[in-house]
Structure formats: C-alpha cells, structure tokens
Nanobody
Framework: QVQLVESGGGLVQAGGSLRLSCAESGSIFSLNKEGWYRQAPGKQRELVAE???????HYADAVKGRFTISKDNAKNLLYLQMNSLKPEDAAVYYC????????????WGQGTQVTVSS
C-alpha cells in the first residue's frame, strides 16, 4: 500500500503563492507517475501537474508558467509550488501516485483545500 498525506493548503489572495507538500510512505518504490490533481465544486477532478519516473514533467495549460512540481526523493516528499494564484485555482488539491507492472498501485491522498480570494 501507498499512503499519501497532503499539507500546505489554505487561503491566499489572488497573486499570492502557496506550496503544497505530499508525504509519501509505504510501498513507494518504482512509482511511474506522481502528481497533483484538483477538483473544484461541481467540476471533474483534473490533472494539474505530474512527474514521471524519468524526471519528466507535465503541466495543465492553465497552470503552465505559474506552478512547479518537484520531488525530494530523500524525504519522500512531492511538492507543488503555486505562484500567481488566481481565483479559478481554488479547489481541493489531491496528491496521486501510480505504479504499473506486477504490483500496480493507484493511490490518492485525502486532499487539501486551496482558496484564492479576489
């Protein structure tokens, strides 16, 4: 099993910054993808950013140039640095980790709320 615990959400004014953290534990070896998703009220959960096992990153068009995903492998922490926040960035942000192969994993954290005031 993989356990993911997010932190760092909160209330911020438009234009401000937040850094989300995701503490990973359990069977976190050989993860293929780690990433951040978000879900706003009445909307589907959407990918925000992800990082692959080879270090490649992918961002949703809406956050490119403003958000940065990174990983501290020594601490098993996944980060999402969010700058120039907009009211439309407000959502519950979820950490996600996946592994394919002989021991597949598709794990989610409990989510952390990000609120952006205009």
């Amino acid at each position: 099993q993989v356990q993911l615990v997010e932190s760092g959400g909160g209330l911020v004014q438009a234009g401000g910054s937040l850094r989300l953290s995701c503490a990973e534990s359990g069977s976190i070896f050989s993860l293929n993808k780690e990433g951040w998703y978000r879900q706003a009220p009445g909307k589907q959960r959407e990918l925000v950013a992800e990082i692959t096992s080879d270090g490649g990153t992918h961002y949703a068009d809406a956050v490119k140039g403003r958000f940065t995903i990174s990983k501290d492998n020594a601490k098993n922490l996944l980060y999402l640095q969010m700058n120039s926040l907009k009211p439309e960035d407000a959502a519950v942000y979820y950490c996600h980790a996946a592994r394919s192969g002989w021991w597949p994993i598709d794990a989610w954290g409990q989510g952390t709320q990000v609120t952006v005031s205009s």
